[in-house]
């Protein structure tokens, strides 16, 4: 059975960091590229960041480029999310996604909520 | 960027209806690179559609998917009760993929 487990969401003061985990088991996770996918509360799906299936190549939305960094660790099977100089407005359950094109695998989400 | 539009924004239906859901990108999407996702209250969004026509393993034959260029539909044949959720598409012709505002589709 495949799953994507995200963990590491917490409350944050805004300027913050945090690291968001998303561990995965049931596919070969070296097989594909990885996705990060955000929803603010009552609102839509947002695309946030992806890195390829080897980890050499990281896109980014442009609403988090230069404060998110997408990283992933093979030999574990897990992808990471370090957000710096965090903001309310970064409020959201991030989803971790997996697929080469569309986003076959997600996880459940973790909360991540900037505020003072 | 590639800007997704969705319409309606919410289709109030009854169960056994059918439900036609549309996708329009800002520009054409070369191989039919899209996709729709279903997200029901609570839980995380599970792939309906891919490359625009293409069902999901698992996913019920009612869903079919067609478009091409800028203009996508999803067509529900007969909503189940479990159909009622909201619907995304989403691109990924570029790199920076992007999603659709939803169409809520709910109990009339």
């Known amino acids: 059975e495949v799953q994507l487990v995200e963990s590491g969401g917490a409350l944050v003061l805004p300027g913050g960091s945090l690291r968001l985990s998303c561990s995965a088991s049931?596919?070969?996770?070296?097989?594909?590229?990885m996705h990060w996918v955000r929803q603010a509360p009552g609102k839509g799906l947002q695309y946030v960041s992806t890195?390829?299936?080897?980890?050499?190549?990281?896109y980014y939305a442009d609403s988090v480029k230069g404060r998110f960094t997408v990283s992933r660790d093979n030999s574990m099977d897990t992808l990471y999310l370090h957000m710096s100089s965090l903001r309310p407005n970064d409020t959201a359950v991030y989803f971790c996604?997996?697929?080469?094109?569309?986003?076959?695998?997600w996880g459940q989400g973790t909360l991540v909520t900037v505020s003072s | 960027e590639i800007v997704l539009t969705q319409s309606p924004g919410t289709l109030s239906l009854s169960p056994g209806e059918g439900a036609t859901l549309s996708c329009r990108a800002s520009?054409?999407?070369?191989?039919?690179?899209l996709a729709w996702y279903q997200q029901r209250p609570g839980q995380a969004p599970r792939l309906v559609i891919f490359?625009?026509?293409n069902r999901a393993p698992g996913i019920p034959d009612r869903f079919s998917g067609s478009g091409s260029g800028t203009d996508y539909t999803l067509t529900i044949s007969r909503l189940e009760p479990e159909d009622f959720a909201v619907y995304y598409c989403?691109?990924?012709?570029?790199?920076?993929?992007?999603f659709g505002p939803g169409t809520k589709v709910d109990v009339k």
């Open positions: 996604a997996g697929g080469s094109g569309s986003y076959v695998y």
């Open positions: 049931g596919f070969t996770f070296s097989s594909y590229a």
């Open positions: 890195i390829t299936s080897n980890g050499g190549i990281t």
């Open positions: 520009q054409s999407l070369s191989s039919r690179y």
């Open positions: 490359g625009a026509s």
């Open positions: 989403q691109q990924y012709v570029t790199s920076v993929r992007t």
